[in-house]
């Protein structure tokens, strides 16, 4: 362990702690923290630093529990737009909660936020072109053509969004956010680094380290009852074949939910979200929608066999009444009902949603026999075992933007940079300690037992009451870099020592694998009129028209010469744009030797 120096060093932090006291109310700073691999290991502060830090402390900087400074402002307010439909509500007490009020406290700053009840896209419009724009913004940034990303980059280009290419490196605990391995390497070149950008960065992705990744947990899952009164192991389903045979014979059995309901087979969460997951044995191992094919060209994969197949093989789950027809049009509301009745015995997308509705319901305590359980995982085409792949840090990210009438970008930056400290992290998601959160033998933060008690439940109450006080009530909005697990051992609160068994056991099945290299689609915005091209070419809306056409055609004929016509429209529309496109992608494969797809 490293020690602490000088006695003279401990007298000035002391009186540094003593004259800082009134600021945070509880105790922030254990004896001892956890380091990154578990170690515990005592804080060191560097003696000269820490001198001119206690010097300098005059009532215009604070210092957290690992030596930082941070300026304190006068009582800075500052709004936040969260352009999320569905986000959790906020504190009703936004200035005055007791977290709000002990950063206040720390350094004079305040953020209060707002929710949008509205399409994400045109609330960004629509603030953009009013000019009526609040201090920071939370939104999404997929990438590429997205339609938040192509606002945001629009708005960028015309001044409305601030340049923070030299302020965020002043802020050690959000530089990070632009490094390689939390963004990727695509990330940096086509989304961050634009070259009509000139040199300026307008966006903070909020990103997290690659052990914070496997919180995916994508796959398929069965209610627990429907195996075991089949006699079939879950775990033994590979294929899309044995799938089928499986959901068949769960369809034929005559299962009923907690209510006595006739069941349906399989469902999926809002408008059909992560339905894929049925079909994943359809296939390559990869992670775009290109491939290489036997001639060393570039193919799309929805002009493909193995696309066509797929969209057929849903056509008939449907018509075998094993999919739910109202998957592709229902909300998670709905879905949360069918999947916390156990009203469907098959659903997929994050093994999260589906342990969270069974909470919510107290199916999950309630009927422990049905809880719903691992399929699979399936395994890719060629056989190869289902692993969740991310790349070399994100691709696309939700991220934080500062608008150009942000009315204090130093007072902004200096708000994120102390909320994502581990002093704030701390603050702000566990609270006070003593009061909601202890520490560990490895000088971590925990929930009480009390309040475990009262999340395991009731966990909606419990997190409502705790945002009351401004607990948690910052996590998603403000956290810029994910590092719950290597600070503290747990993603987030009650996730730890508290992690559901099941969620904890299936990222063992399917754990997530770093997939190296470049992505072959980021060479495709370097087409001749890209951007009209994909308005059509990758249109989600046209695809969707005709994919839920060929689901619902009467006969599997009629399905096919639906999807045909689909592929067909891609290859012939605008004059054969499409094959001109596939050839600059063959071209730009020979550019460099790193492309991954």
């Known amino acids: 362990m490293r020690k602490k120096r000088v006695t003279a060093l401990l007298t000035a932090c002391a009186l540094m702690v003593g004259a800082l006291a009134g600021c945070g109310g509880n105790s922030t700073a254990p004896a001892e923290s956890s380091s990154a691999g578990g170690e515990t290991q005592k804080q060191e502060v560097n003696a000269e630093n820490a001198d001119a830090a206690a010097a300098e402390d005059d009532g215009e900087y604070y210092v957290d529990m690992d030596g930082t400074r941070y300026k304190k402002f006068d009582d800075v307010r500052l709004t936040m737009l969260i352009c999320w439909v569905g986000k959790d509500p906020v504190a009703s007490d936004q200035y005055g909660n007791e977290v709000a009020t002990a950063i206040r406290d720390r350094i004079g700053v305040t953020v209060e936020k707002e929710n949008v009840t509205m399409n994400e896209a045109e609330k960004l419009n629509m603030m953009f072109a009013s000019g009526d724009m609040p201090d920071i913004v939370d939104c999404a940034y997929w990438g590429g053509t997205s339609s938040e990303t192509t606002i945001?980059?629009?708005?960028?280009?015309?001044?409305?969004?601030?340049?923070?290419?030299?302020?965020?490196?002043?802020?050690?605990?959000?530089?990070?956010?632009?490094?390689?391995?939390?963004?990727?390497?695509?990330?940096?070149?086509?989304?961050?680094?634009?070259?009509?950008?000139?040199?300026?960065?307008?966006?903070?992705?909020k990103v997290a380290s690659l052990n914070e990744q496997e919180l995916g947990a994508y796959g398929v899952f069965v209610r627990g009852d429907v195996p075991e009164a089949l006699g079939i192991d879950p775990t033994t389903i590979k294929t899309t074949d044995q799938l089928w045979d499986f959901m068949v014979k769960a369809r034929d059995y005559g299962f009923t939910d907690v209510n006595g309901n006739d069941c349906i087979v399989a469902t999926a969460w809002h408008n059909g979200n992560k339905i894929t997951e049925?079909?994943?044995?359809?296939?390559?191992?990869?992670?775009?929608?290109?491939?290489?094919?036997?001639?060393?060209?570039?193919?799309?994969?929805?002009?493909?066999?193995?696309?066509?197949?797929?969209?057929?093989?849903?056509?008939?789950?449907?018509?075998?009444?094993?999919?739910?027809?109202?998957?592709?049009?229902?909300?998670?509301?709905?879905?949360?009902?069918?999947v916390g009745n156990g009203t469907?015995?098959?659903?997929?997308?994050?093994?999260?949603?589906?342990?969270?509705?069974?909470?919510?319901?107290?199916?999950?305590?309630?009927?422990?026999?049905?809880?719903?359980?691992?399929?699979?995982?399936?395994?890719?085409?060629?056989?190869?075992?289902?692993?969740?792949?991310?790349?070399?840090?994100?691709?696309?990210?939700?991220?934080?933007?500062?608008?150009?009438?942000?009315?204090?970008?130093?007072?902004a930056l200096t708000y994120l940079n102390y909320v994502n400290s581990r002093e704030g992290r701390i603050l702000t998601r566990y609270g006070f300690e003593g009061d909601t959160f202890e520490y560990n033998e490895d000088g971590q933060p925990r929930m009480t037992e009390e309040w475990v008690s009262r999340y395991q439940n009731n966990q909606q109450a419990t997190r409502d009451e705790l945002r009351e006080r401004g607990i948690n009530d910052l996590f998603d909005q403000c956290t810029v870099i994910g590092k719950g697990k290597e600070l503290f051992g747990e993603s987030e609160p009650f996730m730890g020592d508290n992690m559901d068994p099941y969620l904890k056991s299936y990222w063992e099945m399917r754990p997530f694998e770093v997939w190296p290299g470049y992505p072959i689609d980021a060479a495709a915005s370097g087409f001749e009129n890209y951007q009209e091209f994909a308005q059509w070419a990758f249109d989600g809306s046209t695809a969707g028209e005709y994919t839920q056409r060929a689901y619902f055609a009467d006969s599997e004929e009629e399905a096919r010469e639906i999807l045909e016509e689909y592929q067909n429209y891609l290859m012939t529309n605008d004059n054969g744009k499409m094959q001109e496109f596939l050839d600059y992608m063959t071209e730009q494969y020979g550019t460099r030797d790193d492309w991954a797809f």
Not at 169 to 176: G, K, R, S, T, V
Not at 358 to 379: C, F, I, M, Q, W
Not at 390 to 406: K, N, R, W, Y
């Open 152 to 205: 945001v980059n629009k708005a960028a280009r015309e001044g409305r969004v601030t340049d923070i290419s030299d302020l965020v490196p002043q802020y050690e605990n959000l530089a990070d956010a632009w490094k390689l391995g939390y963004v990727s390497q695509r990330f940096i070149e086509t989304e961050l680094d634009q070259p009509d950008f000139n040199g300026a960065r307008y966006i903070l992705p």
């Open 278 to 338: 049925f079909t994943q044995n359809f296939y390559e191992k990869g992670r775009s929608n290109y491939f290489l094919d036997e001639n060393g060209k570039i193919g799309y994969r929805t002009l493909s066999d193995d696309w066509l197949n797929e969209q057929l093989f849903f056509w008939k789950m449907i018509h075998e009444n094993v999919l739910d027809k109202e998957c592709f049009t229902t909300s998670d509301e709905r879905a949360n009902e069918k």
């Open 344 to 411: 469907a015995l098959f659903t997929c997308g994050r093994y999260h949603a589906t342990i969270d509705a069974t909470k919510s319901s107290g199916l999950y305590d309630a009927h422990p026999e049905l809880r719903y359980v691992p399929v699979g995982p399936l395994n890719y085409r060629d056989g190869e075992p289902l692993t969740e792949l991310v790349s070399e840090g994100t691709d696309s990210t939700p991220i934080i933007l500062f608008p150009s009438t942000c009315s204090n970008i130093e007072a």
